[in-house]
């Protein structure tokens, strides 16, 4: 069964950092991409980052977060991590990370993509 947990949210100012942890059970990195997505209050949920560690390791960035945030991943631990510089008021939202079946593919940001959901994990940047 893959289950998916996600972690490291909380509260930080403008200007400051965080790191989300994603652990993944039940899957391998090498069969599945991993996304990162998040949802503001009143707003759809957006892909903002993914990976797709093998074969060759493959990485996107929404516009909206490229240069702040970085994706990796521990394989030994089964852990992605997001980790989240530069923080502004409008990164506030519940973060969720999600898995997809993949085995050759670049990964994906469309969220109807995903197989698996983590429950997802609140990040609020004061200004």
């Known amino acids: 069964e893959v289950q998916l947990q996600a972690s490291g949210g909380g509260l930080a100012q403008s200007g400051g950092s965080l790191r989300l942890s994603c652990a993944a059970s039940?899957?391998?990195?090498?069969?599945?991409?991993i996304g990162w997505f998040r949802q503001a209050p009143g707003k759809e949920r957006e892909g903002i980052s993914c990976?797709?560690?093998?074969?060759?390791?493959?990485?996107y960035y929404s516009d909206s977060v490229k240069g702040r945030f970085t994706i990796s991943g521990d394989n030994a631990k089964n852990i992605i991590y997001l980790q989240m510089d530069n923080l502004k008021p409008e990164d506030t939202a519940i973060y969720y990370c999600?898995?997809?079946?993949?085995?050759?593919?670049?990964?994906?940001?469309?969220?109807?993509?995903?197989?698996?959901w983590g429950q997802g994990t609140q990040v609020t940047v004061s200004s």
């Open positions: 999600a898995a997809e079946e993949n085995d050759y593919g670049d990964c994906s940001a469309r969220r109807y993509d995903y197989d698996y």
């Open positions: 039940g899957l391998s990195f090498d069969d599945y991409s």
């Open positions: 990976i797709k560690s093998s074969p060759g390791g493959q990485i």
